[in-house]
């Protein structure tokens, strides 16, 4: 997370302050920092570069992110940022709109027609921000599936590659493990695109969290081919990082027993040691810790624990309003929390002002309206406190407050629509559940992302049979069609193979390589686009060197073979994350 805001009451050494804050430098980090900044001299030269930043969460992925976009911001980089939302219900492409919204709002009209060039209908159907600078964007012309979302993609890295080319570009890409299949395979082909850019993409993920069948796992291996491509993984922080995060945070150097313990029993997870340490201080144990006359520091087992103990400190009913607030996932929108709560604003801002004060949430900057936790364990550990049958009632309640405000335009909010209903579904409003996932499946199908349209169309019609509504069987019968229209759109080969497994996750490789990448046909079926690129379809921008790129998407069951290959075998996972892990949650069969 960002340093968050927040004064400082006294900055002196040695007392505690009353208003505990992130962070506000770096703590340690300089070879992971150096490699990036080496990555931003080498894009800005016109050797682009994709950095793949892993480790386990609380690690310090987005805060090293932050840290790199400032200095690319230095350096006379343009900045700009996707998150995924890791509780679900993100429209399709999520990470990747977010970051075009903000290129394309960034330039005025004058820049924006040559940066789009012949992709802009191809870029306007994910980024309605298109649109509405330039209204004369009319749709693509028709063409086939492959060969629309080969133009979407093509689009997409000419426009990344046309605005770096004035000022250098970083697009940062957090929490890719949340992200949709179809937001990991247009990363896949960004990265082919990204030789001579001036373009630095940063994509940041918790790598726990990868099975075998997500789709994130199944692209690293060709991303790491890929020679634009650079990984850096986190560990902790040594014991020294721990004693000047603590001081950090705090603004008590802690004793040199109480760090050696922090860093034993956290393994210099910074999360970890930051929620430890506003703990013992707001417990006022930081300074009398570790004295000479034996304070035990009972240093809670894990970082939910101790964010547990944290919240449970909150004084109502804030701890109420942030438990609710969780439902809604990492971010929340006041005014829905606000029917959830069933207080006013003035009262709800109240409430939450102790929480702001303790850092587990903070506004989000340029959203009025708009709080986030300040780390997605916090949100995890507050919702999975809240028991089942209650969790269902909200949810319900959610989606209704959300319902109700988006009545105006459902259309972007379909998925999240869906996922309040689908959570209520057992509770009997599962008829509903079923309605928005459909609507979802089909908008999904509309910007070309058809893993997502599929996995949602699975999920109606799960709804559907808890649901059993009258006409259930057309319904079931429309889904299927629907269902099917994905499987022969994603560009995946017959019989089977790569085909999208279960969730709309792509299968994993055979072992002989096959079903490696998107499908035998390459990626999103290039070759498939290029048979069907009407003759009179002007190319999206940035045609030199297409058949190279072309070449490069992988087409070809040689291509497969290439594609083929193992990971790196990860270090055993430490006791901080082991602990972050979900009660009752058994890692997937890839998760070491
Ligand atoms: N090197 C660091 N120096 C200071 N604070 C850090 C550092 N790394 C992480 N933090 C803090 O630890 C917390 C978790 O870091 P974050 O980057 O959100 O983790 P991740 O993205 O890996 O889940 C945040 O409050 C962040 O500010
Ligand atoms: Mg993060």
């Given at each position: 997370?960002?340093?968050?805001?927040?004064?400082?009451?006294?900055?002196?050494?040695?007392?505690?302050?009353?208003?505990?804050?992130?962070?506000?430098?770096?703590?340690?980090?300089?070879?992971?920092?150096?490699?990036?900044?080496?990555?931003?001299?080498?894009?800005?030269?016109?050797?682009?570069?994709?950095?793949?930043?892993?480790?386990?969460?609380?690690?310090?992925?987005?805060?090293?992110?932050?840290?790199?976009?400032?200095?690319?911001?230095?350096?006379?980089?343009?900045?700009?940022?996707?998150?995924?939302?890791?509780?679900?219900?993100?429209?399709?492409?999520?990470?990747?709109?977010?970051?075009?919204?903000?290129?394309?709002?960034?330039?005025?009209?004058?820049?924006?027609?040559?940066?789009?060039?012949?992709?802009?209908?191809?870029?306007?159907?994910?980024?309605?921000?298109?649109?509405?600078?330039?209204?004369?964007?009319?749709?693509?012309?028709?063409?086939?599936?492959?060969?629309?979302?080969?133009?979407?993609?093509?689009?997409?890295?000419?426009?990344?590659?046309?605005?770096?080319?004035?000022?250098?570009?970083?697009?940062?890409?957090?929490?890719?493990?949340?992200?949709?299949?179809?937001?990991?395979?247009?990363?896949?082909?960004?990265?082919?695109?990204?030789?001579?850019?001036?373009?630095?993409?940063?994509?940041?993920?918790?790598?726990?969290?990868?099975?075998?069948?997500?789709?994130?796992?199944?692209?690293?291996?060709?991303?790491?081919?890929?020679?634009?491509?650079?990984?850096?993984?986190?560990?902790?922080?040594?014991?020294?990082?721990?004693?000047?995060?603590?001081?950090?945070?705090?603004?008590?150097?802690?004793?040199?027993?109480?760090?050696?313990?922090?860093?034993?029993?956290?393994?210099?997870?910074?999360?970890?040691?930051?929620?430890?340490?506003?703990?013992?201080?707001?417990?006022?144990?930081?300074?009398?810790?570790?004295?000479?006359?034996?304070?035990?520091?009972?240093?809670?087992?894990?970082?939910?624990?101790?964010?547990?103990?944290?919240?449970?400190?909150?004084?109502?009913?804030?701890?109420?309003?942030?438990?609710?607030?969780?439902?809604?996932?990492?971010?929340?929108?006041?005014?829905?929390?606000?029917?959830?709560?069933?207080?006013?604003?003035?009262?709800?801002?109240?409430?939450?002002?102790?929480?702001?004060?303790?850092?587990?949430?903070?506004?989000?900057?340029?959203?009025?309206?708009?709080?986030?936790?300040?780390?997605?364990?916090i949100r995890d550990t507050l919702y999975e406190a809240i028991p089942a049958g209650r969790r269902l009632r909200l949810h319900q309640q959610a989606g209704e407050a959300l319902e109700a405000f988006y009545r105006p335009d459902l259309d972007p909010h379909l998925a999240e629509l869906a996922r309040h209903f689908?959570?209520?579904?057992?509770?009997?409003?599962?008829?509903?559940?079923?309605?928005?996932?459909?609507?979802?499946?089909?908008?999904?199908?509309?910007?070309?992302?058809?893993?997502?349209?599929?996995?949602?169309?699975?999920?109606?019609?799960?709804?559907?049979?808890?649901?059993?509504?009258?006409?259930?069987?057309?319904?079931?019968?429309?889904?299927?069609?629907?269902?099917?229209?994905?499987?022969?759109?994603?560009?995946?080969?017959?019989?089977?193979?790569?085909?999208?497994?279960?969730?709309?996750?792509?299968?994993?490789?055979?072992?002989?390589?096959?079903?490696?990448?998107?499908?035998?046909?390459?990626l999103c079926g290039v070759r498939g686009a290029r048979r069907q690129r009407p003759a009179d379809n002007p190319a999206p921008a940035g045609r030199a060197g297409?058949?190279?790129?072309?070449?490069?998407?992988?087409?070809?069951?040689?291509?497969?073979?290439?594609?083929?290959?193992?990971?790196?075998?990860?270090?055993?996972?430490?006791?901080?994350?082991?602990?972050?892990?979900?009660?009752?949650?058994?890692?997937?069969?890839?998760?070491?």
């Open positions: 997370m960002a340093p968050a805001q927040s004064e400082s009451a006294d900055t002196s050494e040695g007392l505690v302050r009353d208003r505990l804050r992130a962070a506000p430098v770096l703590v340690g980090r300089d070879g992971e920092l150096g490699e990036l900044l080496a990555g931003l001299d080498a894009a800005a030269c016109g050797t682009g570069r994709l950095f793949l930043l892993a480790g386990d969460p609380g690690i310090g992925k987005s805060r090293l992110a932050y840290e790199a976009a400032a200095r690319a911001r230095d350096r006379g980089f343009k900045v700009t940022w996707g998150r995924c939302w890791e509780a679900g219900g993100a429209p399709a492409y999520w990470p990747w709109v977010q970051a075009l919204r903000a290129l394309v709002r960034g330039v005025g009209r004058e820049e924006l027609v040559p940066q789009l060039g012949a992709g802009a209908p191809f870029v306007a159907q994910i980024v309605a921000e298109v649109a509405e600078i330039l209204p004369e964007v009319g749709p693509p012309p028709p063409m086939g599936a492959e060969a629309a979302r080969f133009g979407l993609f093509d689009a997409v890295a000419a426009f990344m590659r046309n605005a770096g080319a004035g000022q250098p570009l970083m697009v940062v890409l957090d929490d890719l493990h949340a992200a949709d299949a179809p937001s990991i395979l247009l990363l896949r082909f960004v990265a082919r695109e990204l030789g001579e850019a001036r373009v630095l993409v940063l994509g940041a993920y918790r790598d726990m969290e990868l099975d075998r069948g997500h789709p994130l796992t199944v692209a690293l291996g060709e991303l790491s081919r890929e020679p634009a491509t650079r990984h850096v993984r986190l560990s902790g922080l040594d014991e020294a990082g721990v004693a000047r995060l603590i001081r950090e945070v705090t603004g008590v150097m802690p004793r040199e027993s109480v760090a050696a313990a922090v860093y034993r029993d956290t393994e210099g997870n910074p999360l970890f040691v930051g929620e430890v340490a506003r703990l013992l201080a707001a417990e006022g144990r930081l300074e009398r810790a570790g004295d000479p006359a034996g304070m035990e520091l009972a240093i809670p087992a894990g970082i939910r624990e101790v964010i547990g103990r944290r919240a449970a400190r909150l004084p109502e009913p804030c701890g109420r309003v942030l438990g609710l607030a969780s439902v809604f996932g990492r971010e929340f929108w006041l005014p829905a929390l606000e029917r959830l709560c069933g207080v006013g604003a003035g009262e709800l801002l109240d409430s939450l002002e102790e929480a702001i004060a303790a850092g587990l949430v903070a506004a989000v900057p340029g959203a009025p309206g708009r709080l986030r936790f300040s780390h997605a364990l689908v959570e209520a579904a057992a509770g009997g409003g599962a008829g509903k559940a079923a309605g928005y996932a459909e609507r979802a499946g089909h908008r999904a199908v509309g910007l070309l992302a058809y893993e997502e349209a599929a996995r949602l169309f699975k999920i109606a019609l799960a709804a559907l049979s808890l649901a059993r509504p009258p006409g259930e069987d057309q319904a079931r019968c429309r889904l299927l069609v629907a269902l099917g229209g994905c499987a022969d759109r994603d560009g995946r080969a017959p019989g089977g193979q790569g085909r999208a497994a279960p969730g709309g996750r792509p299968r994993a490789p055979l072992p002989d390589g096959r079903g490696a990448g998107p499908g035998r046909a390459g297409h058949a190279r790129r072309q070449r490069r998407c992988g087409a070809g069951p040689r291509a497969g073979a290439r594609r083929a290959g193992g990971r790196a075998p990860r270090p055993a996972r430490p006791r901080a994350t082991r602990c972050a892990q979900p009660a009752g949650d058994r890692p997937g069969p890839g998760v070491r």
